[in-house]
């Protein structure tokens, strides 16, 4: 089966084109061109709609009631359709500081159920957790807070059969560089977060290989002119990714606009953190153990912090548009291509490239998602 789209403007690999026309053959994209090609076996006509690869959320908890958590297969399938509509083909289920069993069981499930969900791909897990300190906690549960375990990893790894991507831990905690050592030669990428850590320590773990600040601004030491902390390693270290939640309660835009600057939005990856409310109306729900108040848009634990969220990752997209702190042509790579790239899948996902799975959205120029496919069917329709 040959397909081809006609749309005003396709955001590929390599630039914005348009309008033109894009093959996908048997489930994966083909070759972009301006003229209409000679062979095909349907044209999908999207005139008036721009093309924009898939989008890959690689810090997510949960959507429509459930949660990663709650170690449920069914549950799993649900966020994975759910994300459908949020314009998301790929995710990272992401896990909470929790008890080992749990962990080690999450591992599992996940490991053998990971390729059987009917929505957007699980391409692999993100450890959030529970390698943290407390100060800056956030929703994580301290009661479970242990050292980096090089011994604890090998075995969710090895339950999982190797799905695990990503790993976040506070630099400070006894065993940190060792720990990061043996991850980064396990292709494992490690990521800071739910630190107090100074600039010279998370520096040290840059250092030996850790990669990517979790959720910056948030839950993690500020900057102060006489000491940077994990924030102004997060602006100043070379080479590393810096996700931001863009839901407008997380950090100001003036702010995500400094760190896009500074960072270069080539660098900046766009998350969610969402939990189990997103999607979902505004009430009481749960984040892990703790009880959590969904109210006026923010998802808050009982002493007012902030618990996750309930942001989709194509609100992100158009409110660092609307914002006026990025393109569109930016906000769609930080959410899409910048993600892959951070987790070293972007050779399966995030772009328009000829030989991957064509998993694509449909977009109006105001950014509204009208279509989620996946390999080259359509998913989701918002008509």
Known sequence: MISVLYADKFFIENGVKGPGYLTIKE?????????????????????????????????????KGHDVMDNDFEGLNEISEGLLSCGVTSFLPTTLTSSIELLDGVSKMI??????VKGAKIRGIFFEGPFFTEEHKGAQNPDYFIDPSVEHLKKWQELSGGLIK??????????????IDYAKKENI?????????????????????????THTYN??????????????????????????????YHVNPVAAN?????SGRERVVLVTDCMRAGGMPEGNSKLGEFPVLVKDGAARLENGSLAGSILELKTAVKNVVAWDIAT???????????????VNIENECGKIQEGLDADFIV?????????????????????
């Open 27 to 63: 489930g994966k994209f083909g070759s972009y061109s301006v003229a209409k090609p000679n062979q095909y076996d349907e044209i999908l006509d999207f005139t008036g709609s721009w093309i924009a690869p898939g989008l890959v959320d690689t810090h997510i908890h949960g959507y």
């Open 111 to 116: 490991g053998q159920k990971a390729k059987d």
């Open 166 to 179: 990503k790993i976040a831990i506070a630099p400070e905690r006894e065993g940190a560089l060792e720990f």
């Open 189 to 213: 990428t490690v990521a800071l977060a739910h630190s107090s850590a100074t600039y010279d320590k998370a520096k040290q773990a840059v250092d030996h290989g850790a990669s990517i600040f």
């Open 219 to 248: 839950g993690m030491s500020g900057f102060h002119h006489r000491e940077p902390g994990m924030v102004g390693a997060a602006m100043n270290l070379k080479d590393v990714y810096v996700e931001l939640i863009c839901d407008g």
């Open 258 to 262: 400094i760190l896009m600057d500074v």
């Open 328 to 342: 569109s042509e930016e906000a769609i790579k930080m959410a899409s291509t910048v993600p892959a790239a951070s």
């Open 363 to 383: 977009l109006s120029p105001e950014l509204d998602l009208n279509a989620s496919y996946i390999d080259g069917e359509c998913r989701y329709s918002a008509e």
